[in-house]
């Protein structure tokens, strides 16, 4: 079942906050009143994680600018994830909040854990000011994401949001022409 334009599920979850060098708590209201984007990946102490997260925080002051908060998640609590950004160069890096999902319920609220492994697949999300899901990504586990195409998603949704009737066509970047559905672009595209 698709969770496009689905409301996030109620959870609630411990977050390491490295910003502040702290632990939070985190719900679904966090997704309320700004974009937000949404990270689950296997473990910590891994191998393509670290890559990812480092390319997400690379990302991270764009996102910002854009109004976006990201948050990564994955199946291991707050304090193994302020133990990796203590002792990790690539992790050491993440200024945004790292949600612990010990239980799993935040994973199985978005469709992505692995009940086998018990470990979450590589899910991107963007989420709206409503809270409610735009864009879903699902990764197997050996293929890392890019992080400037998140960036891409965001510019697109919020663009979506601003303009109703407008839709931004395949490659669409800020700026480019838009398409207006209409009876008149039937069979000519």
């Known amino acids: 079942m ?16 490295p910003v502040n060098d702290e632990f939070i708590d985190v719900t ?5 009143g700004q974009w937000s984007v949404v990270c689950f990946y296997p473990a910590d102490f891994s191998f393509v994680c670290p890559t990812e997260l480092e390319d997400l925080q690379d ?3 764009t996102l910002k600018e854009l109004g976006v ?8 609590t707050h304090f193994v994830h ?4 203590d002792n990790s160069e690539k992790i050491g890096k993440i200024k945004y909040p790292m949600i612990g999902d010990p239980s799993g319920i935040v ?4 469709d992505v854990l692995n009940e086998e492994s018990g470990l979450a697949d590589r899910g991107t999300f963007v989420i709206d000011p409503d809270g409610v899901i735009q864009t879903v990504e ?4 050996g293929i890392g994401r890019d992080a400037s195409v998140i960036v891409d998603k965001v ?7 601003k303009n109703p009737g407008e839709v931004c066509p395949a490659k669409w970047e800020e700026g480019s022409e838009t398409l207006t559905p209409s009876l008149d672009l039937v069979g000519k595209i």
Do not use: C, M
């Not at 698709?2 to 906050?17: R, T």
């Not at 679904?28 to 309320?32: A, D, I, M, P, Y």
């Not at 908060?69 to 291991?76: A, F, G, I, L, R």
């Not at 510019?155 to 949001?161: D, F, G, I, S, T």
């Open 2 to 17: 698709s969770l496009i334009g689905k409301e996030v599920q109620p959870f609630q979850a411990k977050a390491y906050h």
């Open 28 to 32: 679904e209201e966090n997704f309320k």
């Open 59 to 61: 990302q991270y002051d």
């Open 69 to 76: 908060e990201v948050y990564s998640v994955s199946t291991d």
């Open 82 to 85: 302020k133990g990796w950004h």
């Open 107 to 110: 994973s199985r609220n978005f």
């Open 138 to 141: 699902i990764n197997a586990d």
């Open 155 to 161: 510019k697109a949704a919020q663009y979506v949001r």
